[in-house]
């Protein structure tokens, strides 16, 4: 048997809160193991030298015994309001998170992605000068790219840069 399990046992045993089977493993188990029953005999000694420290000490009066238990009850009522807040908050928070994730990505999808940021929608938007100044940058591009002896597929249109 583990150590841990003996000490439970024997303070049971103590206190008076062992099974009528509790009592049998135990008193079977002191009988087979020379040391835990040492152990045993320890326990009760140190138990008998507390008894006979505190015999003199006068018990606290019913007063103190009453407020002690009103503040024990109170402690008590207090640990549940501050663990419910406690598993409150994370929730309070993560909601507030989420809404903000929500709502920054409804706005960059709004801005990056509206319909008239495509490049037929801008054209739709220009007006004619703009189409003719257009029309004329493409045609120096084209006209380069031939002198250069490069295909409009080999450019990289966002750099300019030959592939």
């Known amino acids: 048997m583990k150590t841990n399990e003996l000490e439970k046992m024997l303070l049971l045993d103590q206190s008076g809160e062992i ?51 009103q503040a024990a009850s109170n402690q008590g009522h207090k640990r549940k309001t501050a663990r419910l807040i406690r598993f409150q908050l994370p929730a309070v928070e993560l909601a507030a998170a989420a809404a903000a994730m929500i709502a920054l990505g409804t706005s960059l999808y709004l801005t990056l992605w509206s319909p008239k940021d495509t490049p037929s929608a801008r054209m739709a938007e220009m007006d004619p000068v703009d189409l003719q100044i257009e029309a004329a940058l493409e045609a120096i591009d084209n006209s380069m790219l031939a002198l250069l002896d490069i295909s409009a597929d080999e450019v990289d249109p966002t750099t300019g840069n030959d592939s």
Not at 30 to 57: F, G, K, S
């Open 19 to 69: 099974s009528a089977r509790g009592r049998k493993r135990l008193e079977s188990l002191l009988a087979a193991d020379p040391a835990a029953r040492m152990h045993a005999e320890e326990l009760e000694n140190l138990r008998n030298a507390w008894r006979q420290a505190t015999a003199d000490t006068p018990l606290s009066s019913p007063s103190v015994l009453q407020r002690i238990r």
